[in-house]
């Protein structure tokens, strides 16, 4: 009952029905706007914008807006929109999904929101899967924008700041997803307002949407810093002893792809590297190298989980797309220990210094919107994300594609044979033909199967991407065999040559089910464009990784009751179609459950990381003293100091404030216990506090010109917290990997994280302060001369400054600290506010 009332409230019927009203509306202008000369029409830009700023809104402008759009792209692209390519553009400027067949000319549908928003002069960003697709379609599109008098800019990974900023500045930006998110955070990393390169987040549209935001959700942008690393070898020595074991050494989880030594792995490590018990405490390091030197051998696969480049060099293949992700590394030290596997040189660990799930980066925009061709079955997660709706668009002619029932075979030998023996005649018919694979390595088994069969072919994968626009060009001529992993299912339009139609049009063959329905659409979407003719053909096996991981026991069952052994044997039944659809379901609903966990660390953070960057844009945008801040965050100090040693023995307590002051406050001769030892408290907080704010005022005057005071104050507060920041994200990415073992507890790790990163939180803001007031007050601030030269100049010598505090005005007696009894996780006694293992209970005490 439920799902039928859902069915009504959600029903795409009456939605459709008011684009197409308003598309109506928009094709109203036709004729007025086709009257129009050139230059009246290329003047509607400036009308248009000349209306917004007086108060009419977007919505008002759209019909007459879509319309100069159509004309325009007439007359400068000899492209006409259609009626249906209107409503998608309706759609993608409510913020919505347009779910568009391919070669239903997504491009050019965007090219009308895109104009529309840029009118209110806030900038719009158009999302792309990758560079190439960036700068074809803004070189393409471009022409039209440019011709209503729109500026456009494409930022590229290589681009320099400067050239980054220009783009950005234009009314209409594109680039790729990772780029927007890594330049975002980058933004948030710099010292000068002049550096960053972003204006505020106005509105998005995503090509691909359900490959950005659903498919590549799972893995979060991370900007890591190197850090110097001593574990090579150890590295080397965990994959030399994995090496050695058996398959009865270790235990696989194939469904959740895990994996741990069994006892006998247990005994033959422990004799290995000479321990008594390889589970003690202190071995917790040597377990983590063993554990990513099992997954790097047993379950991640050369050619499947990545490639080793002609720079030996571990490239990860991105499984939705086939391609290799450049500078995108495995965490948690699993990319060295594959380096390790393979014989590569083992690039040195890093350091996390910002990170941003696309999920949060892009709810940052005021609005979003995307296009894809398969994004229905995934609304669920559009809509409870996002709070976008994936409206399907018809297509402008009836599909003319013919997809087969799958056949499913007892073995991938046998499979692949029937696969040939497809192509060969096929080939032989001259009709097209794209096969689709899912893994480098399938691609190159199948492409050497046809060398022997005698069909010539092209094949498509991370290997040779760079020959991919060529590949993809001749992929619909006659007689054409092409083979490809899943990158030629996104973005890319096979036409069909001369005679194709006749023969039936392109073929697909997909050699394998994905895991995701969508990517499986995808691949047959090439085929049938416009009302092109066309088939489609899926070949399964029992062998297969979704068969073998969540479908295959009932169909097994079901070949031996058939007495179906022999290797040849198929089966072509809807039966068959209904179990693979069902384990792409639970495999899709397993992702979701990822992502969405992903996300809701992530949460966390994200509260943390917009407080921490407002903060730092308050700083970097400062133009005025920013005493008072630094003063109260010494004050803060100062009471968090005094108050945690309120309930300590009298004596101890003076003690610790004392050597707190001497150490970290005043000049060390400036005060003795007979200055405090007679006062409350509060009394205590005051009398440091006058004192404090006479040696901030002395340092202070160390630097006569006042635009000194001010870069000197916020390079203090920019490298402080910087520095915090970094250690705090280290320091929750450390905790998100412990909570998990307390859900075996009965605790919902997700609370405890919530719970434990309010309290790091905390401490880090406490440490902060307590860090900025130390340096503050210590800092060798040496008399500066009254040059006039420029801030940018005077930087560097600044940071210099506050970095480097005298030796012998913060050399502690240690003596002094009583740290027999102190926990790693108790606070430090010296009264920095931090933990012990973060402070003293780093030095040799």
Sequence with gaps: MANIIRKIIENDNGELKKLDKLAKKVENYENEMAALPDEALKA???????RYQKGETLDDLLPEAFAVVREAAKRVLGLFPYHVQIMGGIVL??????????????????????????LSGEGVHVVTVNEYLSTRDA????????????????????????????????DITYSTNSEFGFDYLRDNMVVRKEAMVQRPLNYALVDEVDSVLIDEARTPLIISGAESSETNKLYDWTDRFVKTLTEDDYIIDVPTKTIGLSDSGIDKAEEYFKLENLYNI???????????????????????????????????????????????????GLHQAIEAKEGVPIQDESKTSASITYQNFFRMYRKLAGMTGTGKTEEDEFREIYNMRVIPIPTNRPIARIDHSDLLYPTLNSKFRAVVADVKQRYENEQPVLVGTVAVETSDLLSKMLVEAGVPHEVLNAKNHAKEAQIIMNAGQRGAVTIATNMAGRGTDIKLGDGVRERGGLCVIGTERHESRRIDNQLRGRSGRQGDPGESQFYLSLEDDLMRRFGSERIKAFFERMNLDEEDTVIKSRMLTNQVE????????????????VLQYDDVMREQREIIYAQRYDVITANR?????????????????????????????????????????????????????????????????ERAEKVYEQQISKLHDEEAVIEFQKVLLLMVVDNKWTDHIDALDQLRSAVGLRGYAQNNPIVEYQSEGFKMFKEMIGAIEFDVTRTMMKAQIHEQEREKAPIQARTTAVANIAAKTSESEVKEDLSQYDFSNVGRNDKCPCGSGKKFKNCHGRQKV
């Design 44 to 50: 509607k830009t400036e009308e248009f914008k000349e």
């Design 582 to 597: 069902s384990a792409q379901k639970r495999v899709e609903g397993n992702n979701y459950d990822t992502r969405k966990q």
């Design 93 to 118: 400027h409510h913020g919505d999904v347009a779910e568009m067949r391919t070669g239903e000319g997504k491009t050019l549908t965007a090219t009308m929101p895109v104009y529309l928003n840029a």
């Design 282 to 332: 202190e071995n917790v390091a040597l377990t983590h190298f063993l554990d990513n030197a099992l997954r790097a051998n047993f379950i991640m696969t050369l050619d499947i989980d990545y490639v080793v480049s002609e720079k030996e060099e571990i490239l990860i293949v991105d499984q939705f797309t086939g391609r290799t992700m450049e500078g995108r590394r495995f965490s948690d």
């Design 139 to 170: 070189t393409e599109m471009g022409e039209l924008y440019s011709w209503l008098g729109l500026s456009v800019g494409i930022n590229l990974a290589a681009k320099s700041p400067a050239e980054k900023r220009e783009a950005y500045l234009c």
């Design 625 to 689: 003293d920013l005493g008072p801040e630094i003063k109260a965050m010494i004050k803060r100090t100062i009471d968090r100091t005094v108050d945690g040693h309120s309930r300590s023995d009298r004596k101890q307590a003076l003690e610790a404030i004392l050597t707190f002051a001497q150490t970290n406050l005043l000049p060390e001769d400036s005060i003795t216990m007979a200055d405090i030892e007679n006062l409350s408290d509060s009394d205590i907080k005051k009398e440091l506090y």
